[in-house]
């Protein structure tokens, strides 16, 4: 039995010496091709990227691990254009680089590097991107949803963007410094910290094709925008702002009429002692009246000042307005007027006067509330705003407050 399982052994081990000699020699078969020299191939590149650029594709390459690397091939275009690079290596790692001029296009590029005896080594394909005009076209602003303005800044709220743009906002403080900020797509608010009222912001908006990409891409035109602004209270005196009411000084005494302070009110509004265009009533309005003083013609109560270019919204507050006992409106004919120069037009030719921005006719009844102007100014002007009327004998109305709005839109 034992002479049976040695055998056997025997005869096992004898089989695997023949099949491990047998794969011997096919493995080194292929010396007979090279000359019975073994085949070595250089270390590949160790990373390579090809970014992105505006009618350009900028290679990149580090080299560590193969110290025997002399050059560097790329080629494209099915092989026939390439670029060889020299290598010169140190002790660490070795960075590569190279600008590759290239219309706008996707390219699929093969790249090799080389020993000092010009052995190659296997393959590293990567695909890589040139933009240019075409690509460009088709960009365009990221949407603002509103431009507010806040005591100290002023806040933008944008719509969502493409993920591959940013926003550069150029604006000027209230110092009259240039400041510059960015919005990226993955916010959707910017503020801009002390951002001058009524001044423009100007809007660019930028693109990063991807992530790699090393140039930007813009839209063809910047654009501006504003923030609607209450400026009430820096240009017009006195306004009643906030419904407080208009403030006047009393007259000879009384405790009911007087004139408003800061108001121009001329000869024809004042028609007695006690009644100079203000009243105490109703927590302080403008209030010419004829109750008991006779008929009166071209009374005017205004301000004047100058505004920078841009869009306005006047409006004024008529607390209420009275014609007779019966409510005879023809006794008010009242303009809520604004005018370029320093003085209202007359009542006889103001809705003819060149003059006139913008202009609200009404008679005691639809004088009242709440009622609007707009108008543009493309330059700064001086300016004039109030009120133009002629009264009939017991006819009267009453302003208790005045807006400014400017629009940045």
């Known amino acids: 039995m034992k002479q049976i399982q040695f055998i056997f052994f025997a005869l096992v081990t004898c089989i695997a010496g023949m099949w491990l000699l047998s794969g011997c ?17 250089p270390g590949k590149v160790d990373f390579v990227i090809f970014r992105s650029g505006r009618e350009r594709v900028v290679f990149t390459g580090y080299l560590v691990s193969d110290p025997n690397i002399r050059k560097v091939s790329i ?11 020299d290598v010169q290596r140190s002790t660490g790692v070795d960075a590569l680089t190279a600008n590759i001029p290239l219309p706008e296009g996707t390219y699929n590029f093969q790249v090799y590097s080389h020993d000092a005896e010009g052995r190659s080594s296997i393959v590293t394909n990567v695909s890589g991107k040139s933009y240019g005009a075409s690509y460009e076209k088709g960009l365009y602003d990221r949407p603002v949803k509103s431009v507010i303005q806040n005591p100290n800044y002023v806040l933008i709220n944008w719509y969502n963007g493409d993920p591959t743009c940013f926003v550069r906002v150029d604006y000027v403080d209230t110092d009259d410094v240039a400041r510059t900020t960015f919005a990226p797509a993955t916010r959707d608010t910017t503020i801009l910290p002390y951002c001058k009222p009524l001044s423009e912001i100007k809007l660019q908006t930028f693109y990063l094709p991807d992530a790699t990409a090393i140039d930007t891409f813009k839209v063809a035109n910047p654009w501006y925008v504003g923030a609607d602004a209450d400026i009430t209270e820096t240009y017009i005196k006195n306004s009643g702002a906030g419904n407080v009411g208009i403030q006047g000084n009393y007259l000879n005494g009384n405790d009911t009429w007087g004139e408003p302070i800061d108001w121009i009110v001329t000869d024809p509004v004042k028609v007695n002692a006690h009644q100079h265009g203000w009243a105490n009533r109703d927590g302080g309005v403008l209030h010419p009246e004829t109750w008991g003083t006779g008929d009166f013609e ?61 202009l609200f006719q009404g008679n005691g009844s639809t004088f009242t509330d709440w009622h609007t102007v707009t108008f543009t100014l493309d330059e700064e002007t001086q300016i004039n705003i109030g009120f133009v009327f002629s009264l009939k004998n017991e006819s009267q109305f009453r302003i208790k407050e005045l807006k400014l709005m400017y629009k940045a839109k």
Not at 77 to 83: E, H, I, P, V
Not at 330 to 335: D, E, L
């Open 25 to 41: 020699t096919g493995m080194d078969d292929y010396l007979k091709y090279t000359d019975g020299k073994e085949v070595v191939y």
């Open 75 to 85: 080629f494209w275009n099915n092989r026939t254009d390439s670029l060889i690079l």
């Open 298 to 358: 071209n009374g005017k109560i205004y301000q004047t000042f100058t505004l920078p270019k841009g869009k306005y919204e006047l409006s004024y507050y008529c607390v209420g307005a009275a014609a007779g006992g019966g409510n005879d409106w023809s006794r008010i004919n009242a303009y809520f007027v604004a005018a370029k120069g320093s003085v209202p037009p007359d009542i006889n030719n103001i809705e003819s006067d060149a003059n006139v921005l913008g």
